[in-house]
């Protein structure tokens, strides 16, 4: 099983480090870079060269991917093009604000999907099940800016129950963001639930159609204790790695919803600054966000093994 | 899945497609998505004849009123008939993403297929690739391609139908795996059979399923994303009427004029929906079960 986490790992990190790549190629291949965001117009002639010289873009390429990743390496993502501060201080305080969204859309949706999905499993293709499973279907599909809107509109414009936008400062302590952070919690939790109860549902009625199953009740295992004891223990290890997408999901793909509520969070930025071609500062959060990604599939991986041995052999291999 | 293909080799004759289509339509998800879709397809097409006002007509006199007679579902901050832009707000979404939808099935599933059945080093290494493109959030992709190549139709189609067919190439990978060691394309291999024709003959037949589901799913994901990004700001450009780029608008002035929101949303909430039921039927009906795909 040692093994197998190694291996895991190494690839991790081989996928990281190929992530690294595509990005540095990609922003050298595109037009453009950070010294002609930061002149703008007078991007020409001396003036350009003498900046390109001072962030040290006229060394070849090659040499500037050793150094960028050597440094990145030690947390030092150097300083953004247009307002050159440190990359690494702007982007801290942005990541921590995004990981207290995804911390408390976690916290709300994974038991919620858990119960829901249990629900719509034993009640299969009954009312309950057909009202949660289309519930899923329509959080799952309609766009996260759409249903941001909505929840606005009734909650904020109509019912002025809780506030529509979030005001706080991007380096204020934490909790000074509630109750600001509930919309956007709300509309990140509805997208994960669905996936994550999908997930349990199909798993739960698995589990309950097994042998093993069959054979608790015919023993005469009381109902609810074949469901807790014997069904839902296995039928929630496939989520694990469903929670682990949703929260690499979480962390990149809450862009839209960080923009909707002006929430200043790492995807707003990332959005800013691809408008602004602040280079420096993409390549940070790309790295970032994949180092998430990966992290996150790996931790999911290993608990899945911890969980069920069955994954522990070689050929357990996806 | 593989039993039905065997016996019914070529599953894309036009008997099979058509009792698929009759499959779905007969389960009420399919029925009710295929009638959503198809309403909307027929809106894209028709709606320049049904509008009653000129999409990017402004009228001073009549800025942000109610429905009324003469405009039923009220006008927007510059006075255009919100009707007329929400009936045709869907013909660039569905041109964008009607192209790029089987571009990006077709290479990345071609792709998946070869690299499935040659294996090896290179097919290692690829995969790799594959997972990394994976790693970042498809909007990072995307609007750093946008911001540098601008955001027209000539931009959205490819940057769409490239970055939506990587996760193919590893769905369709999968699926070939799952096929290339049974008996019949070994026999095919010692026909001696090249490897194009084992493709097109032996795997294709069997992976068609998976990427049709795959298919599916992709228009959806990608609509999502096409008007995400409108919303943004990063899609259709103005006066085009688009649901995404009408809600970014109208939000502002939604406390006094919610009807400017609530058209497009529903607009394309229900061609979303529409494409998620009929897809959701597809996959019943093809046996392929898609709660464990992962938003990626």
């Given at each position: 099983?040692?093994?197998?986490?190694?291996?895991?790992?190494?690839?991790?990190?081989?996928?990281?480090?190929?992530?690294?790549?595509?990005?540095?190629?990609?922003?050298e291949?595109?037009?453009?870079?950070?010294?002609?965001?930061?002149?703008?117009?007078?991007?020409?002639?001396?003036?350009?060269?003498?900046?390109?010289?001072?962030?040290?873009?006229?060394?070849?390429?090659?040499?500037?991917?050793?150094?960028?990743?050597?440094?990145?390496l030690?947390?030092?993502?150097?300083?953004?093009?247009?307002?050159?501060?440190?990359?690494?201080?702007?982007?801290?305080?942005?990541?921590?604000?995004?990981?207290?969204?995804?911390?408390?859309?976690l916290?709300?949706?994974v038991?919620?999907?858990?119960?829901?999905?249990?629900?719509?499993?034993?009640?299969?293709?009954?009312?309950?099940?057909?009202?949660?499973?289309?519930?899923?279907?329509?959080?799952?599909?309609?766009p996260?800016?759409?249903?941001?809107?909505?929840?606005?509109?009734?909650?904020?414009?109509?019912?002025?129950?809780?506030?529509g936008?979030?005001?706080?400062?991007?380096?204020?302590?934490?909790?000074?963001?509630?109750?600001?952070?509930?919309?956007?919690?709300?509309?990140?939790?509805?997208?994960?639930?669905?996936?994550?109860?999908?997930?349990?549902?199909?798993?739960?009625?698995?589990?309950?159609?097994?042998?093993?199953?069959?054979?608790?009740?015919?023993?005469?295992?009381?109902?609810?204790?074949?469901?807790?004891?014997?069904?839902?223990?296995?039928?929630?290890?496939?989520?694990?790695?469903?929670?682990?997408?949703?929260?690499?999901?979480?962390?990149?793909?809450?862009?839209?919803?960080?923009?909707?509520?002006?929430?200043?969070?790492?995807?707003?930025?990332?959005?800013?600054?691809?408008?602004?071609?602040?280079?420096?500062?993409?390549?940070?959060?790309?790295?970032?966000?994949?180092?998430?990604?990966?992290g996150?599939?790996?931790?999911?991986?290993?608990?899945?093994?911890?969980?069920?041995?069955?994954?522990?052999?070689?050929?357990?291999?996806? | 899945?593989?039993?039905?293909?065997?016996?019914?080799?070529?599953?894309?004759?036009?008997?099979?497609?058509?009792?698929?289509?009759?499959?779905?339509?007969?389960?009420?998800?399919?029925?009710?998505?295929?009638?959503?879709?198809?309403?909307?397809?027929?809106?894209?097409?028709?709606?320049?004849?049904?509008?009653?006002?000129?999409?990017?007509?402004?009228?001073?006199?009549?800025?942000?009123?109610?429905?009324?007679?003469?405009?039923?579902?009220?006008?927007?901050?510059?006075?255009?008939?919100?009707?007329?832009?929400?009936?045709?707000?869907?013909?660039?979404?569905?041109?964008?993403?009607?192209?790029?939808?089987?571009?990006?099935?077709?290479?990345?599933?071609?792709?998946?297929?070869?690299?499935?059945?040659?294996?090896?080093?290179?097919?290692?290494?690829l995969?790799?690739?594959?997972?990394?493109?994976?790693?970042?959030?498809?909007?990072?992709?995307?609007?750093?391609?946008?911001?540098?190549?601008?955001?027209?139709?000539?931009?959205?189609?490819?940057?769409?139908?490239?970055?939506?067919?990587?996760?193919?190439?590893?769905?369709?990978?999968?699926?070939?795996?799952?096929?290339?060691?049974?008996d019949?394309?070994?026999?095919?291999?010692a026909?001696?059979?090249?490897?194009?024709?084992?493709?097109?003959?032996?795997?294709?037949?069997?992976?068609?399923d998976?990427?049709?589901?795959?298919?599916?799913?992709?228009?959806?994901?990608?609509?999502l994303?096409?008007?995400?990004?409108?919303?943004?700001?990063?899609?259709?450009?103005?006066?085009?009427?688009?649901?995404?780029?009408?809600?970014?608008?109208?939000?502002?002035?939604?406390?006094?004029?919610?009807?400017?929101?609530?058209?497009?949303?529903?607009?394309?909430?229900?061609?979303?929906?529409?494409?998620?039921?009929?897809?959701?039927?597809?996959?019943?009906?093809?046996?392929?079960?898609?709660?464990?795909?992962?938003?990626?």
């Open positions: 099983m040692f093994r197998m986490f190694l291996r895991r790992l190494g690839l991790g990190l081989a996928t990281i480090a190929i992530v690294s790549v595509i990005i540095f190629v990609g922003i291949v595109l037009p453009g870079d950070a010294c002609t965001a930061f002149l703008e117009r007078e991007a020409k002639g001396k003036l350009l060269e003498n900046c390109r010289a001072g962030l040290g873009l006229d060394r070849p390429a090659a040499e500037r991917y050793v150094s960028w990743a050597i440094a990145a030690q947390g030092d993502f150097g300083v953004s093009a247009n307002g050159q501060e440190r990359i690494a201080d702007l982007v801290g305080a942005r990541l921590g604000n995004s990981l207290l969204l995804a911390f408390c859309a916290a709300l949706g038991p919620l999907a858990v119960l829901l999905g249990v629900i719509a499993g034993l009640w299969r293709d009954r009312p309950l099940d057909l009202v949660v499973s289309t519930g899923a279907i329509l959080a799952m599909t309609i996260e800016f759409v249903s941001a809107t909505l929840l606005i509109l009734v909650f904020s414009v109509w019912l002025g129950w809780l506030p936008i979030v005001l706080t400062p991007a380096d204020a302590p934490l909790w000074d963001f509630f109750p600001e952070i509930l919309l956007p919690v709300i509309v990140l939790a509805m997208v994960m639930t669905a996936h994550i109860l999908r997930m349990v549902r199909t798993s739960m009625i698995e589990v309950l159609s097994s042998d093993y199953v069959q054979m608790a009740t015919l023993k005469g295992v009381p109902y609810w204790t074949m469901v807790f004891r014997h069904a839902l223990p296995n039928a929630l290890l496939p989520a694990i790695n469903v929670v682990a997408l949703t929260i690499a999901w979480l962390l990149g793909g809450v862009v839209v919803v960080e923009v909707v509520f002006n929430y200043p969070g790492l995807g707003r930025m990332m959005v800013d600054s691809i408008s602004d071609r602040d280079l420096p500062v993409v390549q940070a959060i790309a790295i970032i966000l994949a180092a998430v990604y990966v996150v599939n790996l931790s999911a991986d290993l608990l899945s093994m911890v969980a069920n041995p069955r994954l522990r052999t070689a050929h357990a291999r996806r | 899945m593989v039993d039905l293909a065997l016996t019914t080799k070529g599953s894309a004759r036009p008997g099979r497609a058509w009792a698929l289509l009759v499959d779905i339509a007969s389960r009420p998800s399919g029925a009710i998505g295929l009638t959503l879709v198809s309403l909307q397809l027929l809106l894209a097409l028709f709606s320049p004849y049904l509008a009653p006002y000129d999409y990017k007509a402004t009228d001073s006199t009549a800025m942000l009123v109610d429905p009324s007679a003469a405009h039923w579902l009220g006008t927007d901050h510059l006075g255009r008939d919100i009707l007329s832009r929400t009936l045709q707000g869907g013909r660039e979404a569905l041109l964008v993403t009607g192209i790029a939808t089987p571009v990006a099935v077709l290479w990345g599933g071609l792709l998946g297929i070869f690299f499935g059945l040659a294996g090896g080093r290179v097919d290692e290494v995969m790799r690739v594959v997972d990394a493109f994976l790693c970042l959030p498809w909007i990072l992709k995307m609007l750093v391609l946008i911001v540098t190549f601008g955001t027209g139709v000539e931009v959205l189609i490819p940057t769409l139908a490239f970055f939506y067919g990587i996760p193919v190439i590893r769905i369709a990978r999968a699926a070939t795996h799952d096929v290339v060691a049974l019949f394309v070994s026999a095919a291999r026909r001696g059979h090249s490897r194009l024709s084992i493709m097109r003959r032996e795997l294709l037949p069997n992976v068609l998976v990427l049709m589901v795959e298919g599916a799913m992709r228009w959806s994901w990608m609509l994303a096409f008007s995400s990004l409108s919303f943004l700001g990063f899609g259709v450009s103005p006066p085009t009427p688009d649901w995404g780029l009408m809600i970014a608008d109208a939000r502002s002035y939604m406390s006094f004029s919610p009807w400017g929101v609530l058209a497009p949303v529903l607009a394309l909430s229900s061609l979303i929906i529409g494409i998620n039921l009929t897809a959701d039927a597809l996959a019943k009906a093809l046996g392929i079960d898609r709660a464990q795909k992962a938003p990626v």
